[in-house]
């Protein structure tokens, strides 16, 4: 199936992330048509993107698009240029491909949509619940909520695109955009939200639903419970996961801070993000990328005990702190 990957992003501070996801895409993927919207670039972007002919960067904006809130504007977008044995693939702009996608995509139902499992840490889990925040009829339920980070999609679903992007757009989602994330009901939450609740409705119920596992295919990097313990411990059978997503903060913004002037907390989130596998990573395009990358030399005495007792497996390596964390949040001590 010829494949068609679609990135947006307007947000300042962002290309670092752009860049490591482009690099993986073009050592796993080479050749593979890539558009990317990006309507703010910094000097020097566009110069640095020329160096693929077969990435276009795409400098208009996406009209009626901000934040995250443009996966379906942007994939409507591209749409009518996919042939109809092709896909289209959303990669949000904070991941990586440790190998190629193409497989796990090809080995999904046709006639379906491709998704990314939200990390079971995540609070209010499912999609019954937000088919009903919608007040749409429920039409089937999955019990885990699906992240957007990677979604494929094929000519044939241009209706869930249109909806998906209908709600976006809807006066209910616009004004709960300015609130805090947790003081809005969870249907609210973000653009995947009101995708989950689409899934879920009797609208798509017959809609065949592939889910990208986390901890085999995909990996929310840089939260202490995300990637659980049960699913640590399967991952010493597997290799690194194809996506690597890093979720819970950045590591460019996270480790760039001198430890001296952080305090409990942000040193806490730096420790997750120095033993992340989207960190040891990102380390082999250090030389490409083009940016500051002082970060990737961000290091404790915590962190390198880590990665020694991790013994080079992604996925033991941070295995203790979530450890920890499991256990205080069992006996109360965590929320
Ligand atoms: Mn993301």
Redesign the pocket.
Known sequence: METTFCLAEDRHGAEIGIKFALLSLAEHCPGCPVVLFRPVSEPGFAKWVAQWPNVRLVETPLEGASNWNCKPHALLELLPGIGDDGQLVWL?S??MLARDLRPLLDAADPRGIVVAMEAASQPSQGTALRTRGWGLPVGREFPRTMNS?VVRVRRCHEPLLRRWKELLEDDRYVAAATLPLFDKAPHLWSDQDVLNALIGSAEFADLPVTILRHGRDVLHTGGALGFSLGERLHGLFLPVPTVL?A?AGKPWVLMARDPRTMGRFEKFRALLQETSPFVAHARRYRDRVDEPTRWMDYSTVPGTLLKIAGLGHWALRGLPVTLACTVAKRVGLLK
Do not use: A, E, Q
């Open positions: 949000d904070d991941l980070c997503h979720i």
